[in-house]
T-cell receptor, first 115, second 118 residues
Framework: AQSVTQLGSHVSVSEGALVLLRCNYS??????LFWYVQYPNQGLQLLLK??????LVKGINGFEAEFKKSETSFHLTKPSAHMSDAAEYFC?????????????FGAGTTVTVRA | GAGVSQTPSNKVTEKGKYVELRCDPI?????LYWYRQSLGQGPEFLIY????????DSGLPNDRFFAVRPEGSVSTLKIQRTERGDSAVYLC????????????????FGPGTRLTVL
């Protein structure tokens, strides 16, 4: 089964600074990859996903992620953090093939933004 | 339009009791998923419905857990003889076929039901 590892359970950044959240997956076959954001008392919201097109994926709210097969990584970045980016972020993966609907999530990274 | 809704938002019960958690998916979405999120962890897959049938229930932890979707819309997750270890946030998601691989379908999540078993 697929799995993902998110490095760092908490990240603190200054407003206007770069946001970098790390995600590594376990499979030798490139899976589908996703980043979700969860605000307090709200459902998970999809930020972006990698399926099979461009390796640099642009998402909502200025976020982007780059798929690097050689590093089995899918790190999430945003050039300039905003206070509204404070939330919990989850990387997720699903297999290609018959189980492609089954998402496996990392443990999450909580982002705080300092004024 | 309306997103995925889940009721109740919070449920407190005593050990050994039976609980039902409800999910209303986005109208027209044929696929429905249940996940469980324990404290400090990411969501874990429980069950997947395509229409009325459970296409994959491999994530249900044991036979105390059961889910139904009788008319292919609303789903109910049922937990019998609840245990303290069942305490978690139960998330529901739905999706609609995008025409490509299923893995490319975006799953839209509800806000969850926080279950506390005392």
């Amino acid at each position: 089964a697929q799995s993902v590892t998110q490095l760092g359970s908490h990240v603190s950044v200054s407003e206007g600074a770069l946001v970098l959240l790390r995600c590594n997956y376990s499979s030798s076959v490139p899976p589908y990859l996703f980043w979700y954001v969860q605000y307090p008392n709200q459902g998970l919201q999809l930020l972006l996903k990698y399926t099979s097109a461009a390796t640099l994926v642009k998402g909502i709210n200025g976020f982007e992620a780059e798929f690097k097969k050689s590093e089995t990584s899918f790190h999430l970045t945003k050039p300039s953090a905003h206070m509204s980016d404070a939330a919990e972020y989850f990387c997720a993966v699903s297999d290609r093939g018959s189980n492609d609907y089954k998402l496996s999530f990392g443990a999450g990274t909580t982002v705080t933004v300092r004024a | 339009g309306a997103g995925v809704s889940q009721t109740p938002s919070n449920k407190v019960t005593e050990k050994g009791k039976y609980v039902e958690l409800r999910c209303d998916p986005i109208s027209g979405h044929t696929a429905l998923y249940w996940y469980r999120q324990s404290l400090g962890q990411g969501p874990e897959f429980l069950i997947y419905f395509q229409g009325t049938g459970a296409a994959d229930d491999s994530g249900l932890p044991n036979d105390r857990f059961f889910a139904v979707r009788p008319e292919g819309s609303v789903s109910t997750l049922k937990i019998q003889r609840t245990e303290r270890g069942d305490s978690a946030v139960y998330l529901c998601a739905s999706s609609s076929p995008s025409g490509g691989d299923g893995g490319t379908d975006t799953q839209y999540f509800g806000p969850g039901t926080r279950l506390t078993v005392l």
